[in-house]
């Protein structure tokens, strides 16, 4: 603690660095996280002593961070003046922040990978639960529901959600484009399992009561799709600069040319992130599917007819309706769970690399 | 979009050709076996998550013994499975519960020829365990009244007297009780507030429902996230199916004089000890659980979940399948499936003969 | 002479094909939407007006049981908005302006890949290892804090409460927030941070001058998504909390508010009859909070004029 303290004292003497003057040294926040950290431990240390209790790693590490934050303030305001100690008060709350996110996200990664390993083996990959009871059997089938259930939802949900985001762009003027604007943002509000009855039903007019198939499951989850598309395409080709448009249309180039060879491409990163992220956030969906696509133990190939199983609700019929041994359905469920991530993981490096491969190379 | 209108038929073509191509390891090929069976077809049911894991046992069964049948079981609830019954999108259903006079009454049943009856099989029999999580203890004997008190927040802590007095040996620590119920609307919840209502009347003064009656406890969704909440939390305790109960505390449970641990054999001897439930068609083997009941060896918390089919189809084309589906399902080797992978308790032969003349009877 | 005619523009097959497209992908919406909206009235109406005889789910009626549901719906969501938006937006501004640029664009595939996580897992997660270890912190709060009304009560022995409800809610959705955030600071014009810079502004300042105005419009999508996840979300919530129909503040105790999609999930299995029309026509009221609750923040946004390069 000292340490510090007494620099910034030499370099406030007359003589000093115009540059270099009033700095905290460059190892100076390390030191005073330590020293936080040190000292929350002691608190601790001495109320575990005293209350005969365990000494609580976490409690100490996350006070002390808290702890960090008013200190490297108070000691850059001290020495650096208050610019510079917001400034600092700002990094050390957004590495915190990053950090405190952290915790939840790592501990969720480590519980699925640690309990998904255990049946994550070939058996998984090429069997379906047809005429398996306890253990044994995978998820084939509920892998290719999976995918063929969401690729129709992309199907549908990417190129309405792509055309509504430009329309809104670059043509929508007045009522018609405020309308949409406004209901897209209520369509984020309708409750998955509300999307789900809804295709269920509406499958149920044209097909008979009852009909429970892919392409409804694809519907339900197109409807909870479509504004997350629509919403952060619009956001990313709201960035594009006018500039673009205007050299474009300059040349003489058509609105439509402008809009596929410019407008899209400079936004191509954007709105991939965008479409991975509604893709993810479907993949997951399990009350929607649960009603609208059913419940079956074999595989299915035909989206048009009979049931199909999706890795969401593999993985919640698998807890939920626990047979003997548990341990066999749990290990599933964890599995399905893992496989789930890994899909979209692939899915999220691929979209990556066409986004690459169109965008325009740029400085940054 | 042109890629919308060329994509659908993109996604057919490639499924057919992915269809084509590929199998998974334990499905189809089914070399004709020498049962030769005649059965052939899909049959699709809906209903009670409780039976769920035995329903998938006895598919599996089934479609072994005959390749070339499909039986789908969606676990969707029993008042969905009743619903989807109802608009004739199943050709059979199970439930917690039988479907009540004026149901039946009202009619409307879409896969049942006009004046069809229906039938109401008895077939998943399981007992609820009562399960705690109190560290060093791992069964207490408790009476109806006990249990009531403490799922009704009379009885708070763990050394209460009430306690202690049936349970003279138990080390019991000064801990609060968290009791645990069930969040979602369920006939294990059905079941278990009718016993406490029946057996300890002055305590539990609610009326049996599926939806727990009053605020207070902890709520958690299904048997898994009961089972969840009572193992994770301490001093808590909760009922579930007792397939479920693993390395949890149970309670015996008073009946006359003595105590009674669950058991599948105590479970099934109270169905025994039951009256059917009177004016119901011939066929209809609604059961009508008698909780008070002081035999010796009955458990009398227990879950009794229902197949049900019309006593006539409208269209016959599926009959058979039903029929054979249904008697698998009675049969001792059906009942004995179900017990190892669902942990229920076996129908006694007295009740097989009148579920199999039940069956017979279908047309 | 005097009088010009204004340019007209050639008209251009592919222009008009595409702009009819675009038009009609936005319509495609308003018609959809416009069939959910029937669909939801039709199947509400019958339940309006039930009372607790003709619907056994109903203890009154239909007001008395969708208040608490409301409640619960939007004090979670809430919660788990005034959680998640801060820290969203300095995980963004962590990946997109502090972290080594290597680094960054690994931690914003981590992020993303988040956002694919199952609620079912989530809800597994939040019952298996987040409550449990909440449990310590509730009795601290409880015995500390416990004189402000939120912390009163008793704590709960699982820790499955309606604060760890929102936590969750809050994890499930700042991937999505943070995603969009992220991208939004990322396209701030380099122009202008640099000038922030050569003007002598601190990172901080830079940041509060240059990106944080320019992504503002990016800022407010993204609480909007993410408010409408948390609004709708159903198997996570069911799965983690302990409902009870009450209105009760109280953040910490076994008694919490129940939020609607989570009681549709819960109910929905074992409705009959007039039954399932009640929970469809909670969902309807759902759908109303939330069109709501846009309606605000569209009245929010519109006070300031939207920054949007195409304008």
Redesign the interface.
Same mark, same amino acid.
């Given at each position: 603690m000292t340490v510090q303290t007494e620099r910034p004292v030499e370099a406030a003497a007359p003589i000093s660095n115009s540059l270099t003057a009033g700095r905290l040294p460059k190892s100076a926040p390390w030191t005073i996280l330590v020293v936080a950290i040190a000292v929350a431990a002691a608190v601790f240390g001495v109320v575990s002593i005293g209350t005969g209790a365990g000494f609580?790693w976490g409690g100490a590490l996350f006070v002390g961070a808290l702890l960090y934050i008013p200190s490297i303030w108070l000691f850059s305001t001290l020495v650096e003046g208050r610019?510079?100690a917001?400034?600092r008060?700002?990094?050390a709350?957004?590495? #915190?922040?990053?950090l405190?996110?952290m915790i939840?996200?790592v501990?969720?990664?480590i519980?699925?990978i640690t309990l998904g390993a255990a049946r994550f083996d070939a058996d998984f990959f090429?069997?379906?639960? /047809?005429?398996?009871?306890?253990e044994g059997?995978?998820a084939?089938?509920a892998i290719i529901g999976t995918l063929?259930i969401t690729?129709?939802a992309a199907?549908?949900s =990417?190129?309405?959600?792509?055309?509504?985001s430009? @329309?809104?762009?670059? @043509?929508?003027r007045g009522r018609?484009?405020r309308? !949409?604007?406004?209901?897209?943002?209520?369509?984020?509000?309708?409750?998955?399992?509300?999307?789900g009855?809804?295709a269920y039903?509406?499958f149920a007019i044209f097909l008979?009561?009852?009909? *429970?198939t892919g392409i409804a499951g694809a519907v339900a989850l197109s409807?909870l799709m !479509?504004?997350?598309v629509? +919403?952060?395409s619009?956001?990313?080709? /709201?960035?594009?600069?006018?500039e673009l448009?205007e050299a474009a249309f300059a040349l003489g180039v058509?609105?439509?040319?402008t809009?596929v060879k410019v407008v899209l491409p400079t936004s191509i990163?954007?709105i991939t992130?965008?479409i991975?992220?509604s =893709?993810? +956030?479907v993949?997951?969906?399990?009350?929607p599917l649960? =009603?609208a696509a #059913?419940?079956?133990?074999?595989?299915n190939?035909?989206?048009?007819s009979? *049931?199909m199983q999706s890795?969401?609700v593999y993985?919640?019929?698998q807890?939920?309706?626990?047979?003997?041994p548990?341990e066999a359905f749990l290990d599933r469920?964890?599995a399905a769970?893992l496989t789930?991530?890994l899909i979209?993981?692939a899915l999220?490096l691929i979209a +990556?690399l066409v986004a690459r491969f169109f965008a325009p190379k740029f400085g *940054? | 979009m042109n890629l919308k209108r060329f994509g659908v038929p993109a996604v057919v073509a490639v499924t057919a050709a992915i269809a084509l191509s590929s199998c998974a390891s334990n499905e189809g090929g089914g070399a004709p076996s020498e049962s030769a069976s005649t059965l052939a077809g899909n049959l699709v049911g809906a209903g009670a998550s409780s039976q769920d894991a035995a329903q998938q046992s006895w598919i599996a069964g089934f479609q072994t013994a005959n390749p070339d049948v499909t039986i789908d079981y969606d676990p969707s609830g029993s008042g969905a499975g009743r619903e989807t019954f109802l608009e004739g999108a199943s050709d059979f259903a199970g439930s917690d519960r039988a479907f009540k006079d004026d149901e039946i009454a009202a009619g409307g049943f879409k896969k049942c020829a006009p004046d069809s009856s229906l039938v109401e099989l008895p077939l998943y029999i399981s007992p609820i365990a009562v399960i705690f999580n109190v560290e060093g203890v791992d069964s207490l004997d408790l009476d109806a009244a006990t249990v009531a008190g403490i799922f009704a927040g009379t009885i708070s802590n763990w050394n209460d007297p009430a306690i202690a007095a049936t349970n003279p040996d138990a080390t019991l620590p000064d801990l609060a009780i968290t009791p645990v119920h069930r969040s979602d609307d369920s006939g294990t919840t059905e079941n278990f507030t009718e016993y406490l209502g029946a057996a300890a009347a002055d305590v539990w003064t609610w009326e049996a429902d599926g939806v727990w009656p009053f605020e207070g406890g902890e709520a958690a969704q299904g048997t898994s996230g009961l089972v969840d909440a009572v193992t994770n939390g301490n001093g808590t305790i909760g009922y579930a199916d007792a397939s479920r109960a693993g390395d949890l505390g149970t309670v015996a449970i008073q009946v006359g004089d003595e105590f009674v641990p669950y058991s599948p054999e105590a479970a099934a001897a109270i169905v025994d000890a039951s009256p059917f439930a009177e004016g119901r068609a011939e066929g209809d083997l609604a059961i009508e659980i008698d909780r008070t009941s002081e035999e010796a060896g009955v458990y009398p918390i227990v879950l009794v979940s229902y197949l049900i089919a019309c006593g006539q189809y409208e269209d016959p084309a599926n009959v058979e399948l039903v029929k054979g589906y249904l008697s698998y399902i009675a049969s001792p080797e059906g009942q004995e499936v179900a017990a190892t992978d669902a942990g229920s308790a076996p129908i006694s032969d007295t009740l097989r003969e009148k579920i199999t003349a039940a069956i017979d009877s279908i047309k | 002479m005097s009088v010009t005619a204004p340019i007209k523009a050639k008209l251009r097959v592919g222009d008009l094909i595409f702009s009819r497209s675009a038009v009609f992908a936005g319509s495609m919406i308003l018609v959809t939407l416009a069939a959910v909206a029937i669909f939801l009235v039709v199947q509400s109406l019958p339940a309006m007006a039930a009372s607790n005889e003709e619907a056994s789910i109903l203890t009154t009626n239909f007001w008395a049981y969708v208040g608490p549901l409301l409640f619960g719906t939007v004090w979670a969501a809430a919660l788990a908005l005034v959680v998640a938006l801060p820290v969203s937006i300095g995980i963004a501004l962590f990946i997109s302006h502090y972290a080594p640029r290597r680094l960054a664009s690994v931690l914003g595939y981590i992020v993303d890949l988040l956002a694919a996580v199952p609620s079912v897992v989530f809800g597994l997660w939040g019952i298996g290892v987040f409550a449990p270890a909440l449990v310590t912190a509730y009795a601290w709060l409880n015995e500390n804090l416990g004189w402000i009304p939120l912390f009163s009560g008793t704590p709960s022995a699982t820790g499955r409460t309606i604060l760890t409800a929102a936590l969750v809610l809050a994890v499930m959705v700042l991937p999505i927030m943070t995603a969009i955030c992220r991208e939004v600071f990322l396209q701030t014009p380099v122009l202008h941070e640099e000038a922030a810079l050569a003007l002598g502004a601190t990172r901080w300042e830079m940041i509060r001058t240059a990106v944080l105005p320019f992504g503002r419009p990016g800022i407010i999508s993204a609480s909007v998504l993410g408010l409408g996840r948390a609004l709708g979300e159903t198997m996570a919530v069911a799965m983690v909390l302990s409902a009870s129909p009450v209105i009760t503040f109280q953040l910490i105790t076994s008694i919490n508010p129940n939020t609607t999609a989570a009681n549709i999930a819960l109910s929905f299995p074992e409705a009959y009859g007039l039954n399932v029309n009640v929970l469809i026509a909670t969902g309807l009221i759902l759908f109303i909070v939330t069109f709501a609750v846009n309606a605000f923040a569209r009245w929010i946004v519109s006070r300031r004029k939207e920054f949007s390069g195409a304008n």
């Open positions: 609580n610019r510079r917001m400034d008060l700002v990094t709350l957004v590495t #915190g922040a990053f405190l996110a939840p996200l501990s969720l990664a519980t699925v090429s069997m379906s639960m /047809r005429n398996v009871t306890g059997g995978g084939l089938h063929f690729g129709a199907i549908i =990417i190129p309405v959600g792509l055309m509504t430009i @329309y809104l762009v670059e @043509y929508g018609l484009a309308g !949409i604007t406004f209901f897209v943002d209520v369509m984020t509000g309708i409750p998955s399992i509300v999307a009855l809804f039903s509406l008979g009561p009852g009909t *429970r409807l !479509i504004p997350v629509v +919403r952060s619009e956001e990313m080709l /709201r960035l594009v600069p006018n448009r058509p609105k439509w040319l809009i990163a954007g992130t965008g991975m992220l =893709i993810a +956030r993949i997951g969906e399990t009350a649960l =009603i #059913g419940f079956t133990a074999s595989v190939y035909n989206l048009f009979d *049931r890795l969401p993985v919640y019929t807890y939920a309706n626990q047979g003997n548990p469920a964890w769970a789930l991530i979209v993981m999220n +990556r *940054r | - | -």
